[in-house]
C-alpha cells in the first residue's frame, strides 16, 4: 500500500503543489504592483468587487491569494470590510478557471509546455545578459516573457502531478480503506462532504482534491454523486487558510474570514440536497466524468455567488465594520 498509493500519491501532489505555486508567484510578480489598487479603486460596491474578485483570481489561479490579500487590506486599513464582500463572491467563480482547466484532461500538453516554457525562460535569460543586444537587455517586456513562461511551467507541472496522482486510482479503490469510505458514502453522503472539507483544510487545496475526484470518477472507482458531495466539502474546507489568516488581526479582517466560511458552508448545505439535479445538468454539459465533476464546481459557486450577492446591499454588513 506505501509503494503502490502512498508515494506516488505524496510525489504527484508535490509536483502538482509546485506547479500551483509557481504559477501563483509568476502571475503575482504580474499583477502584484497593478493589484492592491485594482482592488482599492474597483470595489465600490459588492458587484463591482464581484467582477474584480472574480477577474484576479482567475488571473492568480488561486482564490486564497486573493482573499488573504483582502484580508491583509483590511487589517491595514486600506480597504472596509463592506467592500471585501463582493470580492469574496467573486474569488468562488474565479477559482473555477483551473478545476475547468483540468477537467479539459490536457495532460499530454504537459511535455511540450514544459519545453516550451524552459526554451522560453533560456531565451530572455541570454537577451537579458548578452551585451551585444542592450535594448533588448534592458526591454521592459522582457521580465513579462520570463513570468509568463514560469507559468506555462507551473501549468505544465500541475499537469504532471495530476496525471500522477490519477494513476494511483486502480490501486485506491483495491484499497480495504476506500471500499469502507465508499460503504459509508453509499448509506450518507455526508461522508463525502466531510471527507472533501477534512482533505482540503489539511492540503490547503481545493483544486488538488477536486483533481483527484476527476480521477476516480473516471476510472468508475466512485460514483458521480459521491464525488460532487466532496467537492462540496473542498469549497468548505478551502476556508481554513482565510481563517489561518486573520488570527490576531482586527475585526474587520476576521469579519472577511468569517464572511467566507458562511458563504461556502451556507452553500455547500444548500446545494447538498440537490445533488442529483447538479449530477443530471452537468450530464447535459459534459460526457466526460472528469468535465462533470469541474462543470459541477462551476454551477455550484456561480449559483452560490449569486443567490449571495442580493444580501451583501444590506445595511446590516456596513454597521458591522468598525471602520465606516
Same mark, same amino acid.
Given at each position: ?10 510525489? +504527484? ?206 476510472? +468508475? ?69 472528469? +468535465? ?33
Amino acid at each position: 500500500m506505501v509503494q503502490t498509493i502512498l508515494i506516488p500519491m505524496l510525489l +504527484g501532489f508535490s509536483v502538482f503543489m509546485c506547479g500551483m505555486k509557481l504559477m501563483e508567484l509568476a502571475l503575482h510578480r504580474l499583477a502584484g504592483p497593478y493589484l492592491t489598487g485594482i482592488l482599492k479603486r474597483s470595489t465600490a460596491t459588492p458587484i463591482h468587487g464581484l467582477a474584480i474578485g472574480t477577474v484576479t483570481t482567475a488571473f492568480l489561479q488561486s482564490s486564497t491569494a486573493v482573499t488573504v490579500i483582502a484580508i491583509g487590506m483590511v487589517n491595514a486599513g486600506l480597504l472596509t470590510f463592506p467592500r471585501t464582500l463582493g470580492i469574496i463572491l467573486g474569488t468562488n467563480i474565479g477559482t473555477c478557471i483551473t478545476t475547468e482547466l483540468i477537467g479539459l484532461n490536457l495532460n499530454k500538453l504537459a511535455v511540450p509546455l514544459l519545453i516550451l516554457s524552459i526554451g522560453m525562460w533560456l531565451l530572455t535569460a541570454l537577451l537579458g545578459e548578452l551585451r551585444l543586444f542592450p535594448v533588448v537587455r534592458n526591454a521592459r517586456w522582457l521580465p513579462a516573457v520570463r513570468s509568463t513562461s514560469v507559468v506555462l511551467c507551473g501549468f505544465a507541472l500541475l499537469l504532471t502531478g495530476m496525471t500522477m496522482m490519477q494513476g494511483v486510482g486502480s490501486a485506491v479503490q483495491d484499497s480495504p480503506m476506500f471500499s469502507w469510505f465508499l460503504g459509508k458514502a453509499n448509506e450518507s453522503l455526508w461522508w463525502g462532504l466531510a471527507a472533501g472539507a477534512l482533505l482540503t483544510a489539511a492540503v490547503h487545496s481545493s483544486a488538488a482534491v477536486i483533481g483527484i475526484i476527476m480521477g476516480f470518477v473516471s476510472i +468508475g472507482a466512485m460514483p458521480i454523486e459521491l464525488g460532487i458531495a466532496v467537492v462540496l466539502g473542498a469549497n468548505i474546507g478551502t476556508c481554513a487558510t482565510a481563517l489561518l489568516a486573520s488570527i490576531g488581526g482586527t475585526k474587520a479582517g476576521q469579519y472577511v474570514a468569517w464572511s467566507h466560511v458562511i458563504l461556502n458552508a451556507g452553500g455547500a448545505l444548500l446545494f447538498m440536497p440537490f445533488i442529483g439535479e447538479l449530477a443530471t445538468i452537468s450530464e447535459w454539459i459534459s460526457s466526460s466524468a472528469a +468535465g462533470q465533476i469541474a462543470h459541477t464546481q462551476t454551477i455550484f459557486n456561480i449559483l452560490s455567488s449569486l443567490i449571495a450577492l442580493p444580501f451583501c446591499y444590506l445595511p446590516t454588513f456596513r454597521r458591522l465594520d468598525p471602520v465606516t
